[in-house]
């Protein structure tokens, strides 16, 4: 067991976290008694008076559906990242036997595509809300307990004052790299109405890395219709979403100069998006 100084960022990061993700199960006892973990000394780690052991770590973010180093990620981003509850969610379905059978093969990706795909990208596609406008995401593929995950966040504009915002949304999903193709799946957790699918493709230019491929979406709402239509991801950084990466989520002029040129022209011109008659 080690036992670093109080002030130590990691000690810090890890303690205001693990309290985080025990506020949204509730027990502590229960949580104990499925990693197996005492009472007394999980209180110490949640008080943030000793760093658990590399086992323990483990243990701990494998209860919670994450990667030991994401256990250590800043409070406030980590924050970003598990709001919305979603993290039961996916603990139930990795227990699932035809669930388990797929990731199987969804898990065997090696640790030099993985470090790849992991980061921060904008995300742009045509709007199905605001025609001719392409909607500019912020999105974060990060490492789960054994399959990569993400996160993104859209954000639409009031059309008579676009300083407000009209509608927000917050997707939670699962990122499956598989025979050369990118794989994800999500849903929406702030209405909790929405899925969307996407298959991509990567494609390395000039050091950045960016991935094309097409979203498809449907709501249980007859307001939104289902739709497909093209979509980009453009790498920024690693690490994890910022309060400085939603800033920049809005609907967008095709000709904004802020979008990468070749993701316009991945786009194309015209919006191509598939929707029911």
Known sequence: MTQPDQTDPRLVAFSENL???????????????KIGINRQQ??????????????????????FGLAPEVMFEAPEDFRALIDGDFLETF???????????????????????RDQIVGVYDRYHFSSIYPRRILRASMCIYPGADVLQHVYVERFPNPDDRSRTAYRFKYHGFVFPIQGRIFTMDF?????????FGIYSQIQRNTKSLMLGITSGIAANMYRQPFSTRQAL????????????LSRTSALD????????EVRDYLGTEPDMIMPV
């Open 91 to 113: 603990n139930r379905l990795r227990r699932m036997p035809e669930v388990g059978t797929f990731l199987s093969t969804a898990m065997a990706v090696p640790d030099t595509l």
């Open 234 to 245: 453009h790498y920024r950084r690693p690490g994890l979403l910022k309060r400085s990466d």
């Open 42 to 63: 999980f209180n110490k780690y949640l008080a943030g008076k000793h760093l658990p052991s590399t086992a323990n770590i483990r243990a701990i973010s494998n209860h």
């Open 254 to 261: 095709f000709n904004d100069p802020s979008i990468p040129a």
């Open 19 to 33: 309290r985080q993700l025990c506020e949204q199960q509730g027990s502590i006892s229960q949580i104990c008694r």
């Open 188 to 196: 929406e957790t702030n209405q909790r109405n929405e899925m969307t």
